[in-house]
């Protein structure tokens, strides 16, 4: 009888995706998707903040204290708190993501290992599944050659690489065969595919939407200059999600430059009101309390804000990482008021979600992707979550809806 094996994903959907490499892979072993029964676990970690390293911390305590299942550790964090995490014996061996496609050994190695593997590997797999999924997360792309001066990333994913095009594409034909619809590309730093392979992300978007069954196409977060004319002449496609997730960051010009981020204001805001003219909703990154947001900045920051078209936000309080040139920066912000500001951009960017669904009255293309409380859950072109009624099962069916309520938490219909 097989062992059974529950993988448990933190993070972005990087990591969603890595975890259905290491599931499509495994060959000795059953997935399962009770923890309970599982003999083994494995850990996709994310280090992206404090708090991401500490819910890792705190699930691998439950596992100790519910049965003490073998606990493998991959993902980001492997490379932050991986070996502090093997000495003191909390877990039985820890892998880095290049490693994930050799699942099978790794959780067959007897002795406690750390293998903290290649940073500039690029992934062979393709998978062709997405275990309960109704939608298919596909990786294109893996690290990051910006060095946002908060950001650990880079130290953890390696430099930006671009999977093999053919391979993507031969991913995508066989999940769009096996019934999916909608297709996520997603990475470190998405916008940056095709850098040193001669091709683009708005290029092979295209050659992407040219293959059976691919109805929708969505985009993880992208950086403002990496919407090129190129990229602007897809715009108006059919298959493109009508919704963009632009990483900001911050809104200060003043900030901006203490995060050594590369995109500016002004343009930003140019970009922003060119999409909302096209009927974009617009998602940003934000981070709020770095080093160096005095009242002033900040205050400036919310009027820019105000002035943005934004839908979705995607927002936390700064949080120190060793090694990265804002850990050492002056002078800090108190995690209370860090927090105040993030609950009142938070606050503003709901309204404005709220103001563009009530203004929008259109009809909806939703992918139904889950059932809770008596509905079911899905979103539509805008990223906006619509829960329905009805006394068919609609899992992983495609609804178009025309009437429907807008209420401030959500919009609700009936089908
Ligand atoms: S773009 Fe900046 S924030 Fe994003 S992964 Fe790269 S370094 Fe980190």
Redesign the pocket.
């Known amino acids: 009888m097989k062992k059974k094996v529950y993988f448990k994903t933190f993070g972005c959907r990087t990591n969603l995706y890595d975890s259905q490499v290491m599931m499509s892979a495994m060959q000795e072993y059953d997935v399962t998707e009770n923890e309970s029964e599982a003999d083994m676990i494995v850990v996709n970690s994310c280090t992206v903040t404090n708090g991401a390293d500490s819910h890792v911390r705190s699930y691998i305590s439950h596992v100790e204290n519910s049965g003490g299942a073998k606990v493998f550790l991959t993902g980001c964090g492997a490379h932050t708190k991986g070996e502090k995490l093997l000495e003191q014996g909390r877990v039985s061996g820890v892998f880095g993501q290049s490693e994930k496609e050799k699942i099978d050994e790794m959780l067959g190695r007897e002795e406690p290992y750390y293998e903290p593997g290649d940073l500039n590997h690029i992934d062979e797999s393709v998978v062709d599944d997405f275990i309960g999924k109704s939608r298919a997360f596909i990786k294109i792309q893996e690290g ?1 050659n ?3 001066s ?2 650990i ?2 130290y953890v ?1 390696g430099d930006a690489r671009s999977m093999n095009e053919e391979k993507i594409l031969e991913q995508i034909r066989r999940l769009g065969a096996n019934g999916f619809g909608e297709f996520i590309l997603t990475g ?2 998405v916008g940056s595919y095709g850098q040193k392979t001669d091709s683009s992300i708005a290029s092979l978007m295209k050659k992407i939407s040219q293959i059976r069954g691919v109805r929708r196409i969505r985009l993880g977060s992208v ?1 403002p200059i990496q919407i090129t004319d190129e990229f602007k002449e897809i715009l108006d496609e059919p298959w493109l999600e009508r919704h963009l997730h632009i ?1 900001l ?1 911050h809104t200060s010009p003043q900030m901006l430059k203490f995060m050594n ?1 590369r995109n500016m204001y002004k343009q930003d805001r140019e970009l922003f009101e060119l999409l909302a003219g096209k009927g974009f909703a617009i998602g940003t990154d934000f981070i709020t309390g770095h080093p160096g947001e005095s009242r002033e900045l900040w205050d400036e920051a919310m009027r820019n804000v105000k002035e943005l078209p934004l839908t979705h936000l995607h927002a936390f309080t700064y949080s120190k990482r060793d090694g990265t040139p804002s850990a050492t920066m002056k002078p800090e912000v108190g995690g209370k008021v860090a927090k105040e500001r993030l609950h009142e951009l938070e606050d503003m960017v709901k309204a404005k979600n709220f103001e563009f669904r009530k203004a929008f009255g259109g009809e909806l293309d939703v992918l139904i992707e889950s059932q809770k409380d008596g509905f079911f859950i899905g979103y539509d072109q805008h990223f906006n979550k619509i829960m329905i009624e009805s006394d068919e099962d609609l899992v992983g069916n495609w609804v178009n809806i025309k009437e429907y309520e807008v209420k401030e938490e959500s919009n609700y219909g009936r089908v």
């Open positions: 990051c910006f060095r946002c908060y950001c990333i880079p994913r470190t730093n950086e990483a960051q981020r």
